[in-house]
Structure formats: C-alpha cells, structure tokens
C-alpha cells in the first residue's frame, strides 16, 4: 500500500535534504555567522521559531493549534496533511533536536 504522507515526513534522508537546507539558509540570511556565538538557549529559539512556522495550524500564528471554535489552516506550511502537533509536542521536539545538535557541535565548522 502506498504511503500518502510527504516523502520528508518518512524519509530521514529526504527530511534533511529539505528541512535542514531551508533552515541553514534561513540562519544564513538572518543571523549569519551569529550562529556560531550564539548560547545553546538563542539556538533553541532560532530552532522553535523555525519548526513552529513550518508546522502551525493556527491561523493567527499564536500556537501550534487553534483554540476550541477556531478552524485551522487548511494545511501546515510544511504541506504536511493531517500532522499537527501540540505546543508540548514542538517543546519536546525542540529539546531532543538541540540535546543531538550539542552532540555533534564539537564537529561543526565556522
């Protein structure tokens, strides 16, 4: 049976060609070489920031889902249906993605 979700969604390869991509030159464009002076705290808000744009359903851009009564965007920015996450959800995302980027920092290159 085919899988009907985005390739990024399933594929980690695919995922990364995409997502890590975007977001680099995201960084690129708005902080430059700041990223590298920037304290593990501004990183993860830069990270938050970026997963939470990608990923809302709330059409005013407060949280991650509309409140009770609120229709949600027709789809995420992302172009993900049918994924959506909470508030906690994005936090805990945001955590483990940082815990494995502080991982690997000793690797990265200025």
């Given at each position: 049976m085919p899988n009907h979700q985005p390739r990024t969604s399933w594929d980690l390869d695919r995922?990364?060609?995409?997502y890590a991509v975007k977001f680099m030159r995201t960084?690129?464009?708005?902080?430059d070489s700041q990223w590298l002076a920037?304290?593990?705290v501004?990183?993860?808000?830069?990270?938050h920031a970026f997963i939470f744009e990608k990923f809302t359903?709330?059409?005013?851009?407060r949280c991650m889902l509309p409140g009770p009564g609120q229709k949600p965007k027709k789809r995420n920015d992302a172009a993900w249906p049918d994924f959506w996450?909470?508030?906690e959800e994005l936090d805990e995302v945001v955590t483990q993605v940082m815990i494995a980027y502080?991982?690997?920092r000793p690797y990265e290159i200025a």
């Open positions: 995922f990364y060609c995409t960084c690129k464009e708005k902080y920037m304290t593990p501004q990183k993860a808000t830069i990270v359903l709330d059409p005013s851009g996450m909470s508030d502080e991982a690997h």
